[in-house]
Structure formats: C-alpha cells, structure tokens
Nanobody, 114 residues
Framework: QVQLVESGGGSAQPGESLRLSCAVS????????LKWFRQAPGKEREWVGT????????NYGDSGKGRFTISRDNAKNTAYLQMNNLKPEDTAVYYC???????WGQGTQVLVSS
C-alpha cells in the first residue's frame, strides 16, 4: 500500500518561501508519477505540477510557474515543493498524489498573509 504524508506547511508573509515535503512509503518514488495539487477555501482542487518517473522532468501549472519548484530525494523517498515569492492567493491546503495508486496525502495547510 502506497502512503503519502505531506508536511512543511504553515504561515508565511507575502514574498517569503516555504518548502513542502511529501514522504512516500510502499513504493519507490523514482518509479512514480507524483503530482502536487492545492485547494483554496471555497474553490476546486487545482493542479500545481507533476514530476515524472525516471528522469524526473517536471511540468507546472500556471499558478506556480517561475515561483514553484518540484524536486525529489530518491534516497529519502521524498518529494518537495519549494514555493518562493509567496502570494496571498497561494493560501490553500496542498496535497501530493500518486495517480497510479490513486493515493493522496492528508494535506498540509499554507497560509500567506501580512
């Protein structure tokens, strides 16, 4: 059974950075397509980006282009979402997802406010 556990959320001021983690157990992360999503209050879940297996190439949604970076540490079996220059509209619960197993983490809350 593949399990995903997000961490690293919290409060930040506009312009600051946060790094979210997604710890994967039960399967090798390097062999997984791993996606990040977010859901703001009252809004639908939004795709943030996808890291492909193997080479680890990444595609980003419009919301994070130029500010967000997805990476992974195969030794730790953990994926990361580095978020820079945070904006109030980045406030949301952030989730990681492994589509092949339809596995989701519990989410981690990010609040960006001055």
């Amino acid at each position: 059974q593949v399990q995903l556990v997000e961490s690293g959320g919290g409060s930040a001021q506009p312009g600051e950075s946060l790094r979210l983690s997604c710890a994967v157990s039960g399967f090798a992360l390097r062999s997984l397509v791993l996606k990040w999503f977010r859901q703001a209050p009252g809004k639908e879940r939004e795709w943030v980006g996808t890291m492909n297996y193997g080479s680890g190439t990444v595609n980003y949604g419009d919301s994070g282009k130029g500010r967000f970076t997805i990476s992974r540490d195969n030794a730790k079996n953990t994926a990361y979402l580095q978020m820079n220059n945070l904006k109030p509209e980045d406030t949301a619960v952030y989730y990681c997802n492994a589509p092949v197993f339809n596995s989701w983490g519990q989410g981690t809350q990010v609040l960006v406010s001055s």
